[in-house]
């Protein structure tokens, strides 16, 4: 029975029961107790406790703590990897993926604790030795982190590495689809000796632990991944009671515009790694597919044959494998999206059918449409799915202005080799994140959203800073 890690301890949750579903099979892989309101403000306050000696730690301390607690999780990462893939019924590669970036993320911010520093001020009217002004960067206080369910123990490094470098203790909540391997990560905590407090994990609905952990006065900073109708709620529900800093990865819905001088073996081959990837759920996913009418039907002709290399599975399967999606909710979403797009006249090339002999999980094939148009629900809403949603188009000036039409700005993506149009697009996107030709991130890049896409950034020393407060001493010797 997989429990909850509060104050340095390993607790029985005291809330509902709920159960933990196998999306390749929607059978039941544990019966969790989820935590209390109680044990969500019991969390919150072991944090506050711990926050006066973790802050006062110095940062190298807690730099080596968190580089334990990296090596810990590593040593375990074959049992991490096969929970994640039970419960997100993603391949275990994949999984074993997120593992991986788990260590690259928290590591990083290891290396970049040695590299805080502050900054001497001067005074433009003062002769030097007259005035001084110094501003350090001090510990923030407790931090609430929400992570997705998608890439649960990836996330969970890009909270819980900032945080504890930082010095400010962290209550984490995982996505209620998938909270195992993250309260897992509990577990391990628990054995190394963490300092109490300093770390926590609670799992439960969202109307009881994320509203009690949003609600209180105790945290300095609310942190989530998740959509950007979740965001929304988190501050909404956060700023009632206090005054709060934000930091949030929302959704998105990326434009990917593929020019007539394009690598298009290249653009076919990400498009397909990206939506058959996770089951295309992944925030920053391809969305509205704008290709130049030289090369549309090169394109959709390459996708059609590259799609037959894909095959649904799970977990150990061997191949080129697409897991299923979450939820039958979110598999029945994508399956309407289809069919609407189809009545609105797009032609489904290939897919969008539920495969024989795997009905009873959550399975969709890779949908490859076609003619899509702007008024779609495909090209409106974060597709979230499998669906490759492919229009054609002749004016660059207007596909951008296409590709801005929307709420949302996490990730744009173009391929093409001008550099006028690479700089157009560049400096016309409004996307927190612009890929070139398939050039990826990594843990020293920010990852940044635009308009209702985020708040702040994950990743990079851009992010650390928001673990921070500022304070200024100012001196007359």
Same mark, same amino acid.
């Given at each position: 029975?997989?429990?909850?890690?509060?104050?340095?301890?390993?607790?029985?949750?005291?809330?509902?029961?709920?159960?933990?579903?196998?999306?390749?099979?929607?059978?039941?892989?544990?019966?969790?107790?989820?935590?209390?309101?109680?044990?969500?403000?019991?969390?919150?306050?072991?944090?506050?406790?711990?926050?006066?000696?973790?802050?006062?730690?110095?940062?190298?301390?807690?730099?080596?703590?968190?580089?334990?607690?990296?090596?810990?999780?590593?040593?375990?990462?074959?049992?991490?990897?096969?929970?994640?893939?039970?419960?997100?019924?993603?391949?275990?590669?994949?999984?074993? +993926?997120?593992?991986?970036?788990?260590?690259?993320?928290?590591?990083?911010?290891?290396?970049?604790?040695?590299?805080?520093?502050?900054?001497?001020?001067?005074?433009?009217?003062?002769?030097?030795?007259?005035?001084?002004?110094?501003?350090?960067?001090?510990?923030?206080?407790?931090?609430?982190?929400?992570?997705?369910?998608?890439?649960?123990?990836?996330?969970?490094?890009?909270?819980?590495?900032?945080?504890?470098?930082?010095?400010?203790?962290?209550?984490?909540?995982?996505?209620?689809?998938?909270?195992?391997?993250?309260?897992?990560?509990?577990?391990?905590?628990?054995?190394?000796?963490?300092?109490?407090?300093?770390?926590?994990?609670?799992?439960?609905?969202?109307?009881?632990?994320?509203?009690?952990?949003?609600?209180?006065?105790?945290?300095?900073?609310?942190?989530?991944?998740?959509?950007?109708?979740?965001?929304?709620?988190?501050?909404?529900?956060?700023?009632?009671?206090?005054?709060?800093?934000?930091?949030?990865?929302?959704?998105?819905?990326?434009?990917?515009?593929?020019?007539?001088?394009?690598?298009?073996?290249?653009?076919?081959?990400?498009?397909?790694?990206?939506?058959?990837?996770?089951?295309?759920?992944?925030?920053?996913?391809?969305?509205?597919?704008?290709?130049?009418?030289?090369?549309?039907?090169?394109?959709?002709?390459?996708?059609?044959?590259?799609?037959?290399?894909?095959?649904?599975?799970?977990?150990?399967?061997?191949?080129?494998?697409?897991?299923?999606?979450?939820?039958?909710?979110?598999?029945?979403?994508?399956?309407?999206?289809?069919?609407?797009?189809?009545?609105?006249?797009?032609?489904?090339?290939?897919?969008?059918?539920?495969?024989?002999?795997?009905?009873?999980?959550?399975?969709?094939?890779?949908?490859?449409?076609?003619?899509?148009? +702007?008024?779609?629900?495909?090209?409106?809403?974060?597709?979230?799915?499998?669906?490759?949603?492919?229009?054609?188009?002749?004016?660059?000036?207007?596909?951008?202005?296409?590709?801005?039409?929307?709420?949302?700005?996490?990730?744009?993506?173009?391929?093409?080799?001008?550099?006028?149009?690479?700089?157009?697009?560049?400096?016309?996107?409004?996307?927190?994140?612009?890929?070139?030709?398939?050039?990826?991130?990594?843990?020293?890049?920010?990852?940044?959203?635009?308009?209702?896409?985020?708040?702040?950034?994950?990743?990079?020393?851009?992010?650390?800073?928001?673990?921070?407060?500022?304070?200024?001493?100012?001196?007359?010797?």
């Amino acid at each position: 029975m997989y429990k909850h890690y509060i104050n340095g301890a390993l607790v029985q949750g005291t809330g509902v029961r709920v159960k933990v579903l196998d999306p390749a099979d929607n059978s039941v892989i544990e019966e969790l107790d989820t935590a209390s309101e109680e044990q969500c403000l019991a969390a919150l306050e072991a944090a506050r406790a711990a926050f006066k000696g973790w802050a006062a730690t110095p940062i190298g301390e807690r730099a080596r703590w968190l580089d334990k607690f990296i090596d810990a999780v590593m040593a375990e990462k074959e049992k991490i990897a096969e929970l994640l893939a039970a419960e997100t019924g993603k391949p275990y590669k994949t999984a074993m +993926e997120d593992l991986y970036g788990f260590e690259d993320y928290a590591r990083y911010f290891v290396h970049e604790a040695a590299r805080i520093e502050g900054t001497t001020v001067y005074t433009p009217g003062k002769t030097y030795g007259e005035l001084y002004h110094t501003v350090e960067r001090r510990p923030l206080g407790v931090v609430v982190a929400h992570i997705a369910w998608n890439y649960p123990i990836a996330m969970a490094a890009l909270k819980i590495g900032p945080a504890m470098v930082a010095g400010d203790p962290i209550v984490l909540k995982p996505a209620s689809d998938t909270p195992l391997a993250t309260l897992y990560l509990g577990e391990i905590a628990a054995k190394m000796d963490m300092p109490k407090g300093v770390l926590n994990f609670v799992s439960g609905p969202s109307g009881v632990v994320a509203k009690a952990l949003n609600t209180s006065k105790i945290p300095s900073m609310i942190t989530l991944i998740g959509s950007s109708d979740t965001g929304r709620r988190a501050m909404h529900e956060a700023s009632a009671s206090s005054i709060k800093r934000f930091s949030m990865e929302l959704g998105g819905n990326a434009p990917v515009i593929v020019m007539p001088d394009a690598d298009i073996d290249l653009a076919v081959r990400h498009c397909i790694a990206f939506k058959c990837d996770n089951a295309g759920q992944i925030c920053t996913n391809y969305n509205r597919v704008y290709v130049h009418a030289a090369v549309y039907e090169e394109y959709l002709s390459k996708l059609e044959e590259g799609l037959k290399e894909v095959k649904c599975g799970s977990k150990h399967d061997e191949g080129y494998i697409m897991g299923p999606m979450i939820t039958r909710t979110a598999r029945d979403r994508i399956l309407e999206l289809i069919e609407e797009a189809k009545g609105q006249g797009a032609a489904l090339v290939c897919g969008g059918t539920i495969p024989q002999g795997l009905e009873a999980g959550n399975f969709i094939t890779p949908a490859l449409l076609r003619d899509v148009t +702007e008024d779609m629900r495909v090209s409106k809403e974060e597709i979230f799915g499998p669906i490759i949603a492919v229009r054609s188009f002749t004016d660059l000036e207007d596909v951008l202005e296409k590709a801005n039409d929307t709420d949302l700005g996490l990730a744009s993506y173009f391929f093409g080799h001008d550099a006028r149009d690479i700089a157009k697009a560049f400096e016309t996107l409004q996307t927190g994140d612009v890929y070139i030709n398939g050039g990826g991130g990594g843990a020293h890049t920010p990852h940044i959203g635009m308009k209702q896409s985020g708040i702040g950034c994950d990743q990079s020393k851009w992010s650390l800073e928001e673990y921070f407060q500022l304070k200024r001493v100012s001196m007359i010797p």
